[in-house]
Structure formats: C-alpha cells, structure tokens
C-alpha cells in the first residue's frame, strides 16, 4: 500500500502499483537469467502447493538480492537515459 499512497501523493492516478509489479515482472522474465521462482517469490507470489510446498524450503534471499539489485540497475540507467532525452 505504500507505493499506491506515493502515487496518490504524486497525483499520479493513471498509475497503479499493478502496473509496477507487471512491469518488474516482465523485465525479470525477459531481461534476465533468474529462475522464475526467484522472481515469482520476489512478488510475494505461493507457487508451490501440497507436497511441493513441503519440500521447498528455500527463501532465495541471495537470489532475490541480487535479483533487486540488477533491477535498481536498470531503472536508473533507464531513467538516467530519459533524464538526458529532455
């Protein structure tokens, strides 16, 4: 709810914190090499159920750091870019 009352404080309505989790979303499944449960579990998203829930006991929290990182990477390289456009 965080980002959704920055955006409301930006008045910025026409943007929702959807559309950032998409956009991660997709960056990671194109962008990268990351497994996609390193990134689905970056989202907070439950993949696994029943017994493949049992037996996966992983957070891939040095995965998911470095997964943060490389994406902190591309948003300021890419702001970075427009910045200089204008």
């Known amino acids: 709810m965080a980002l959704t009352a920055v955006l ?4 910025r309505g026409d943007s929702t914190h ?3 989790r998409s956009t991660f979303r ?5 962008a990268t090499a990351y497994r996609r449960v390193v990134f689905e579990h970056a989202l907070s998203h439950r993949l696994a159920e029943g017994i493949e829930a049992a037996y ?5 929290m040095a995965k998911n750091t470095s997964l943060r990182r490389d994406w902190a ?4 390289v890419n702001h970075a870019k427009n910045a200089k456009k204008t």
């Open 73 to 76: 990477d591309f948003c300021l």
């Open 56 to 60: 996966q006991r992983v957070d891939f």
């Open 26 to 30: 997709d960056w990671a499944g194109e």
């Open 8 to 11: 409301l404080c930006m008045d």
């Open 18 to 20: 959807h559309g950032f």
